[in-house]
């Protein structure tokens, strides 16, 4: 199985690290050009450099800053809404403030964004979206309602918009990771390695057997496996795939579907 996507352009949000970076990385080994967006304008030029890939800084976690990545990007074949943040609270001491966050960055970017960019796409007779949901979107962690219930939100949304473009050619999916090697989640482990002088890997199997129990491989999964599985829906191979929740969990949900 041959992924080519020459001729097309991606834009991959919140991809300077972590699976966004892998997901940017690997599009543009298949042959798509590649739009790097991060918050930042220096971490954001760094990261394309490495990739040979065009940088566009922008906050997706605002109204104006998606507009401005939008209007930057033009016409684009590929998007895929990964910005996304997560941060422990407890339900009784998370204030408006820290649900809002989570429901800008990881809701309203992505409807900012499809709702900008779509009709380009459908105008083609082609095109992708892919939403970043999260094994927590089916088993919303307890010491962070908050982030589950907006990647529930993301699942939701990517069903609904792929019925609503359904026969238009363009495929909208979520695809849910469970716990990955980010960046994001080597700075949570950082205090476990730090004491213990486990490597990352080690650090991350041992959360997921303490935390989700459930996993069958009993490990978290790298950035690049996760990348693996939204380089194909992101590709013409995956046209008769539209409106699905794709697990990349570990088989951490307990669900035959």
């Not at 394309?48 to 209007?71: F, H, N, S």
């Not at 962690?141 to 939701?156: F, Q």
């Not at 205090?191 to 990352?200: F, I, M, R």
């Not at 496996?225 to 697990?247: D, Q, W």
Request: overall charge negative; aromatic content about 4%; glycine content about 10%.
């Amino acid at each position: 199985m041959n992924i080519d996507l020459t001729g097309k352009t991606a834009l991959v949000t919140g991809s300077t690290e972590g699976i966004g970076f892998a997901v940017a990385k690997l599009l543009r080994e298949c042959g798509a050009d590649v739009i790097i967006n991060g918050r930042h304008d220096d971490k954001t030029r760094a990261a394309a450099e490495k990739i040979a890939a065009r940088p566009v800084a922008a906050d997706v976690g605002t109204a104006e800053g998606c507009e401005i990545l939008a209007r930057k990007a033009g016409n684009i074949d590929i998007l895929v809404n990964n910005a996304g943040i997560f941060r422990d609270a407890d339900f009784f001491e998370a204030g408006d403030d820290t649900w809002q966050q989570h429901w800008n960055v990881n809701v309203m970017s992505g409807v900012r964004l499809s709702r900008a960019l779509a009709p380009a796409m459908v105008d083609r007779g082609w095109g992708r979206i892919i939403f970043l949901g999260s094994e927590s979107a089916f088993n919303i962690p307890v010491e962070m309602i908050h982030y589950g219930v907006s990647k529930t939100a993301d699942v939701a949304l990517a069903r609904g918009l792929a019925k609503r473009l359904g026969g238009t050619g363009v495929t909208v999916n979520s695809v849910l990771p469970g716990p990955t090697l980010s960046e994001g989640v080597a700075e949570m482990l950082k205090e476990e390695t730090d004491k213990t002088g486990k490597s990352l890997e080690e650090a991350g199997a041992d959360f997921v057997q303490a935390h989700r129990p459930t996993s069958i491989i009993g490990r978290a999964a790298t950035v690049e496996e996760v990348a693996n599985l939204i380089a194909y829906v992101a590709s013409p191979l995956s046209s008769a795939t539209t409106g699905a929740a794709l697990r990349v969990d570990g088989g951490v949900v307990d669900s035959l579907q």
